[in-house]
């Protein structure tokens, strides 16, 4: 966790800007709330012309939209911080102004989640968690690279 999925209008992110899109995103989890970088996923859904409305009428200008799902647990100040920085992460990598990112965080508890086949930890329990995973799983986790 988190798992960030970014929606935009077909065609409006090449693929090297989601690429730094979704580093960045990563990042910022990473650098806000302390969680490895391991635990956040970042997808992609490209909305087809004619399939996305605001105010019931088809949109006719650049929009993104990112809903984040996060392990819940956190003070309302980090969640704040998080929000902003995850708007400034997307604005920059899709080259448009903050007032065209709509950014969403929903909270899930963390036993109500499941990653690599194992319930996850609540936040700050990473390292505890990790190391009693059996070494198999530890290694998938640790594939994505290192914790930080």
């Known amino acids: 966790m988190p798992t960030y999925t970014v929606l935009a209008p077909a065609g409006q992110l090449s693929g090297q800007q989601k690429r730094t899109i979704a580093e960045n995103l990563t990042r910022t989890h990473n650098q806000i709330t302390g969680a490895p970088l391991f635990f956040a996923q970042v997808v992609f859904v490209d909305i087809a012309d004619g399939n996305w409305f605001m105010g019931g009428t088809p949109l006719e200008s650049d929009q993104i939209y990112i809903h984040g799902h996060i ?6 100040e980090m969640k704040r911080k998080l929000v902003l920085g995850l708007r400034d992460a997307l604005a920059k990598g899709a080259a448009l102004p903050t007032s065209r ?13 499941v990653e ?14 990790l190391a009693g995973l059996p070494p ?13």
């Open 101 to 113: 990112v709509w950014t969403y965080i929903v909270e899930l508890p963390p036993a109500h989640m």
């Open 136 to 148: 198999e799983d530890r290694a998938l986790i640790e594939s994505f690279g290192p914790p930080r």
């Open 116 to 129: 690599f086949g194992h319930v996850l930890p609540e936040p700050g329990e990473e390292a505890t968690w």
């Open 71 to 76: 392990r819940g647990g956190r003070s309302a």
